[in-house]
């Protein structure tokens, strides 16, 4: 998985598993551009980004996620930066969460806005420049909650889930074009989101998974990476689990 000279544009990549996509597809050779609105955060990922790889590239863009015009801005920018964009990744997203009848209507709106309508606008936005490319990888982060479902997550597991018919509705959109369109759901993953997890939550997830832990940011980066590889030119349309064995 050798990425030299390909470009690759994440969302959400301040912190976590973001991050740790960015770190790995880096290392392996690509330039990045690093999307969020942390500036502070994202400059850190620049420069775990930099230790990885001497001479490496990380651009940093600040951007709200789920405004369409602000994800246009970012591509174009992109463009204009490196002249093409061989790889996206749509990782941006939270998590509120709230037993149905205490769920919030602006709470719904803003999980569909951060986790599932930013997605829509990053792929949007990247198909202009791939479909003259004839070439490029989409790639959505969901959650296996999204296969699940999860008691006070209604409004999480529901854009979470929409991000799996999205990836399989675009890769039938774009597959003529060479382009293709996948998912990863990962599991318990130790990131800042996870920590605010009851311990009897994330004690019943690492027993509940075959592998007996929980999963590192690393973990996903590394399924990400093979996603945007040649090494999976003929996979489109999936969702990979990444979860230590929880879901069989």
């Given at each position: 998985m050798n990425f030299d000279g390909k470009v690759a544009l994440i969302t959400g990549a301040s912190?976590?598993?973001?991050?740790?996509?960015?770190?790995?597809?880096?290392?392996?050779?690509?330039?990045?551009?690093?999307?969020?609105?942390?500036?502070?955060?994202?400059?850190?990922?620049?420069?775990?980004?930099?230790?990885?790889?001497?001479g490496a590239v990380a651009h940093v863009i600040t951007a709200d996620v789920a405004d369409q015009p602000s994800m246009e801005a970012v591509v174009n920018e992109t463009l204009e930066r490196f002249g093409r964009i061989d790889y996206a990744v749509a990782n941006a997203g939270q998590s509120i969460d709230a037993l149905l009848l205490r769920?919030?209507?602006?709470?719904?709106?803003?999980?569909?806005?951060?986790?599932?309508?930013?997605?829509?606008?990053?792929?949007?936005?990247?198909?202009?420049?791939?479909?003259?490319?004839?070439?490029?990888?989409?790639?959505?982060?969901?959650?296996?909650?999204?296969?699940?479902?999860?008691?006070?997550?209604?409004?999480?597991?529901?854009s979470k889930a929409a991000l799996l018919a999205l990836a399989k509705s675009l890769a039938k959109e774009?597959?003529?074009?060479?382009?293709?369109?996948?998912?990863?759901?990962?599991?318990?993953?130790?990131?800042?989101?996870?920590?605010?997890?009851?311990?009897?939550?994330?004690e019943a997830l690492i027993k509940q998974a075959a592998l007996g832990r929980p999963g590192r940011p690393e973990d996903v980066g590394g399924v990400v990476a093979f996603l945007c590889s040649d090494s999976s030119a003929y996979v489109t349309g999936q969702t990979i689990v990444v979860d230590g064995g929880v879901l069989m």
């Open positions: 912190r976590g598993i973001g991050r740790a996509i960015a770190t790995e597809l880096c290392k392996r050779g690509a330039d990045v551009v690093l999307v969020g609105r942390d500036r502070a955060a994202l400059d850190e990922t620049a420069q775990h980004c930099a230790g990885e790889r001497p769920l919030k209507p602006e709470v719904i709106d803003h999980m569909l806005n951060v986790n599932l309508k930013s997605a829509f606008y990053l792929c949007g936005a990247v198909a202009k420049p791939m479909m003259k490319q004839r070439a490029g990888s989409l790639v959505l982060v969901s959650s296996i909650v999204g296969l699940t479902g999860n008691a006070g997550q209604a409004a999480y597991a529901a774009l597959g003529s074009r060479n382009i293709r369109v996948n998912a990863v759901a990962p599991g318990l993953i130790e990131t800042a989101m996870t920590e605010k997890m009851p311990d009897a939550a994330k």
